[in-house]
């Protein structure tokens, strides 16, 4: 469903200008509750601009869901993406990097506001074959210092191929930050920090052990490929 551009502005304009480290007017705002209150804004965000989405989906990870986070109609606004995205590259600041780097193309956008609020390059790595590669004249220096953005991660596929491409290179990778982390108890470990603006506990399934629900269903897959 389309929401007319003044909605989206609305709803953007309901949050809290966020300064670095999320902290809210009050001075004494604990982290915790910097936290929950960044989360619940977000939440927010997502429901106003019809980014979370119900129903039955196949995610990236080939599991099966309730609930699917279609970023990209989060970020479709300009002046949004540059709001959020402003958010995770805060939480960002303390990682030394030299580039900025994300997957195709769910992490396209994410990465190119950070590295624009970071004052640092951007690049990307994208589908071939069934697998992600560097492309397009991209070139990744011995020592150089990477962090790997994406728009939402669940099992961290798409990020942990961009870390081996970047290791493969003898590039090295400071931190992994996402919009929306929903691995769950399943948390990847990707060797480095892993920071998120939000963490849902989403359940997901296998495509062989489906709820009788979702079974009834028929599965999209909204995601990119």
Not at 9 to 25: C, E, Q, T, V, Y
Not at 152 to 157: A, E, F, N, Q, Y
Request: glycine share 8%.
């Amino acid at each position: 469903m389309h929401m007319p551009q003044n909605h989206f502005f609305s709803a953007l304009h309901m949050l809290p200008a966020m300064p670095r480290g999320f902290r809210r007017a009050t001075e004494n705002s604990t982290p915790a509750a910097c936290a929950a209150q960044m989360s619940e804004d977000l939440m927010a965000l997502f429901r106003k601009t019809e980014a979370l989405l119900d129903g039955h989906f196949v995610l990236r990870s080939g599991l099966h869901s309730r609930e699917y986070f279609q970023c990209a109609l989060l970020l479709q606004q300009t002046e949004i993406a540059a709001k959020v995205c402003g958010w995770l590259a805060d939480k960002m600041r303390q990682f030394n990097c030299d580039t900025v780097i994300s997957p195709a193309l769910g992490g396209i956008i994410v990465g190119q506001e950070i590295g624009r609020s970071l004052g640092k390059r951007h690049i990307f790595v994208e589908k071939d074959e069934g697998k992600l590669v560097l492309r397009r004249g991209f070139q990744i220096s011995p020592n150089e210092k990477f962090v790997v953005v994406e728009d939402v991660v669940t099992r961290g596929g798409r990020v942990q191929e961009t870390i081996d491409i970047v290791h493969a290179r003898g590039g090295v990778v400071s931190a992994v930050g996402v919009i929306v982390d929903r691995s769950g108890a399943a948390k990847p470990d990707f060797g480095c920090p892993f920071v998120s603006l939000i963490e849902m506990n989403v359940e997901t399934f296998p495509a062989d052990n489906l709820p009788p629900d979702l079974a009834k269903i028929p599965a999209v897959k909204p995601g990119s490929r």
